[in-house]
């Protein structure tokens, strides 16, 4: 791992694990990964370690995208989840960094049937439906049901929910449709063409899912039980203002991104020394 590229790709990769974390996207559990900048059949991510402690070169891994296996055979202990980030690699072409997330402000949209939704101007990124992954139709007979996305074909049918069914993803179209599916009972994955905007999804996400809690609390204590309360009767964004807001989104994200490189630069937990 040596050229300016390369460690400038890096530079970022541990600065997205400490964003992420400064900001409560993760935890001790969470990950995120790019696409090596000069191989592009390769994915880089860190290993068996909390995103707060990623420090340098040594703790990230390079995988294989065709299998998530490590380049390097005598790679340390490695991430079990790191085959939805091959998978999503694999299927999106475009696609140059994946975030995984089991955020509690989105857990409850993975789960008891009401849909996740623009609630506003910075989640336009959601777009009109967001798809939710249930691993469990994929458990066979004596599998582990934990949950954990560690397997090619695991992976491969989270990346599948990307793209809505009728997009056949042909060789021109290789585009997610969605840049985000809840994971039910588990948490959530996000995309990006660059780290700035994976990430920049990541804390939206969160954040409004926060916000859309509140708004549909806020509704049900204020009109009590006259409300037949249809999730419909909130105005979240519809179709044109989402779309508009998600190009607004991604003019913008890199504003945010150096306020968030100095917040965590400031914070003596943090440590990039790539
Ligand atoms: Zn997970």
Redesign the pocket.
Known sequence: MSSNTLREALRELVYANHILHYHDAVDA??HVSIRHPEKPDVYIMSGYLAPALVESPDDLIEYYIHDSSPVNPDSKKGYQ?RFIHGEVFKRYPEINCVV?S?AEQVLPYTMNGVALRPAFHMAGFLGQHVPIYDITKFYQDGDQQD???NTVKFGSELANLFTETNNSLSPNNKSPDHTVVL?KR??FTTLGKNVPEAVYRALYTKTNAGVQTNAVMLHKAYFGSQAAFDQQDLPYLNGIESEGCRKMNEGTQDKPWKLWVREVEASSLYKNLT
């Open positions: 559990y969470g989840e995984h089991h949950m954990l996305v994971m588990h948490g």
